[in-house]
């Protein structure tokens, strides 16, 4: 099986691309590469950049996962949960490059970063849950509480709002908007530059702001897994 996400190491900064040659699915293969892939580079780097493909940023769940029964898709989004939670809670600065789409599961993953830019261009980012006939999971309710704005935690999450990258960054789900040509480079000289704050004083201020929801989330996730599918 060829690898999907790519590991280099640049200075101070590890840059992490996800490519499975489609929308970016997370498949149990790109969760454990993803998994692995931070676990070296809390050892080896002082900050993360964590990309996508061309246009294609992360489409969320793997659908097929998703569809092969309760209990394949209770693991896989037990096993999403844990990514997430590491995502949020990471000892390193994580920076990330938005190069396209990001739906449902992706759109978590742009909010767990600590600066997030967002290729400019005709894509579509945002919860879209409730649109296909799901309920919103606690989990994503707690990261758009977090980090999106007020004003925007609604619409983003009730109404299934879907946004462009400039109406993103207005809710809150990114950063900064940066054309397609730069917005690695950019990601990649912010986190150089991020990685040169303290390790320890980055990793305590994290968590004093985000350790409770990511204990909300831990200790919520099985009785919301119970109720998003009452079979598994």
Known sequence: MSSILSYELAGKVAI???????A???SDQMITELDGALDRATKEAGAVVLAGRKERFCAGFDLRAMMAGPDSARALLQRGARLYTKLYGLPVPLVI??????????????????FRFVTAGGFRIGLNEVAIGLPVPILAQALARDRLT??????????????????AVRAGYADEVVGADEV?????AEATRLADLSRQA????????RGATIAHIESTLESDL???????
């Open 16 to 22: 992490l691309r996800m490519d499975d040659g489609k």
């Open 24 to 26: 970016n699915a997370l």
């Open 97 to 114: 490059a938005c190069t396209g789409h990001a739906l449902a599961g992706g759109a978590l993953v742009m909010l767990t970063g600590d």
């Open 150 to 167: 007020p004003g925007e935690l609604s619409r983003a999450t009730l109404l299934a709002r879907i946004y462009d990258p400039e109406e």
């Open 184 to 188: 690695l480079a950019r990601a990649q």
């Open 202 to 209: 980055f990793h305590a201020t994290k968590i004093r702001l």
């Open 226 to 232: 119970r109720g998003l599918m009452p079979g598994a």
